[in-house]
C-alpha cells in the first residue's frame, strides 16, 4: 500500500522501472496516473474526497475502502517529524487517510528527505504502536537519528 508524496510517488516509478510485478493499493491519484500505461504495475486506487492540489483521495471512503485490505508495508510520506509528537503531517484528512491506511499494515515505512526533520506539521499523524522505519537520504542529522531511535523507529 503506498500513500501520496513525491518519495512515494519515486518508490512506485522505481518499481515500473525495475519491470516488477506488482500490485499497489494507493489513494493517490498522481500515482496511479504515473504508471497507468505500464503494463507491469497493478493499480487498486482507493476512493474518496478528491484533494485538488496534491491529487490524492481523503475522507471516510478511505477508511472504508482499505477495510478489505491486509498488507505487510504502507509506504507513506511525512511533512515533518518532532520528537513530541513523532510524525506529522499539515493536512488532517490527509493524516487521516494515513492511519485509516496503517490500521491495516503490519508495518509502516516512512518515505522522506531528511530536511523534513527540521520542520513539524500541525497534524500528529499518531501512527501508535505500528512498527515504524524510516527510509530517508544520508543527511540525516545525528540529533533526528537520535529522536528516532528514542522513539523506537529504525532508520534506514
Known sequence: M???GSCCA???AQLAAERREVTVITNSAFIASSVRDDPTVRVVLIGGIYQKDSQVMV??????CVEGFYVDLLFAGTD???ARTG???SDQM????VRDMAEHAERVVVLTESEKFGRRGTVPLALGKK???VITDPHLSDEARGELAAAGVTTL
Request: charged residues 15%; contains cysteine; glycine residues 8%.
Open 2 to 4: 503506498v500513500e501520496s
Open 10 to 12: 519515486l518508490l512506485v
Open 59 to 64: 475522507g471516510p471512503m478511505v477508511r472504508s
Open 80 to 82: 515533518g517529524f518532532s
Open 87 to 89: 510524525f506529522t503531517n
Open 94 to 97: 490527509r493524516a487521516q487517510a
Open 131 to 133: 512498527d515504524v522505519c
